[in-house]
């Protein structure tokens, strides 16, 4: 779940994930075949096989992740250990995902999109450019960057609507306060 967030890969990418993709010197992952519903092969589109930045905090619990799984000689990162190919997607969000949103007490369907929406909306709110967003999302288009992903309600949302009505309400001149994080407050 933490590469998940972390990375914002598609989830047919990140079961496909094997220990050659990765350059931890260089410091970036390159995305080259996807697993779905136990099948390898190609990734979404040609936009999507590209290199990913890792931050050095992923790359260590990567290398803690390599001390506990189960190794193949593919060099899955996440494999069955009954069968030494990786998981299926459905059982993981089945068996895992959606019981620790549960335990977690989030209302609705949790699954492995809502990770990699949650990035988007995390992009966003450290104000990185929509260039940026779109190519670390690996979007052939900045439209489905914008459409699909950017549709969360995001406290920087709720945030700069407010000054805009602050700016509305007092004439044009936002108030110097501390910025509003919850709805009421």
């Known amino acids: 779940m933490l590469i998940a ?9 990140l079961v496909a994930l094997q220990w050659r993709d990765f350059d931890f010197p260089g410091l970036t992952l390159l995305i080259q075949r996807s697993v779905v519903h136990g099948r390898v092969g190609d990734v ?5 096989r590209d290199c990913v930045p890792l931050d050095a905090a992923v790359i260590e619990a990567l290398m803690l992740h390599k001390t506990l799984c189960v190794s193949t000689p593919e060099g899955w990162l996440f494999a069955n250990p009954a069968m030494s190919r990786p998981f299926h997607q459905e059982e993981i969000q089945k068996n895992h995902i959606r019981k620790a949103g549960v335990g977690a007490g989030i209302d609705g369907d949790i699954g492995w999109h809502t990770f990699r929406h949650s990035y988007r909306s995390w992009l966003d709110d450290t104000g990185a450019p929509i260039t940026v967003q779109k190519e670390l999302m690996r979007h052939a288009s900045i439209q489905t960057t914008m459409n699909i992903y950017g549709k969360a309600m995001t406290d920087s949302k709720r945030q700069a609507h407010s000054r805009v009505v602050e700016m509305v309400l007092n004439g044009g001149k936002p108030e110097e306060k501390p910025a509003i994080s919850a709805i009421g407050s």
Not at 5 to 13: A, D, I, M, Q, Y
Not at 44 to 48: A, D, F, H, R, V
Request: charged content about 30%; overall charge neutral.
């Open 44 to 48: 979404k589109t040609e936009y999507s």
């Open 5 to 13: 967030g972390c990375l914002g890969l598609r989830v047919s990418e």
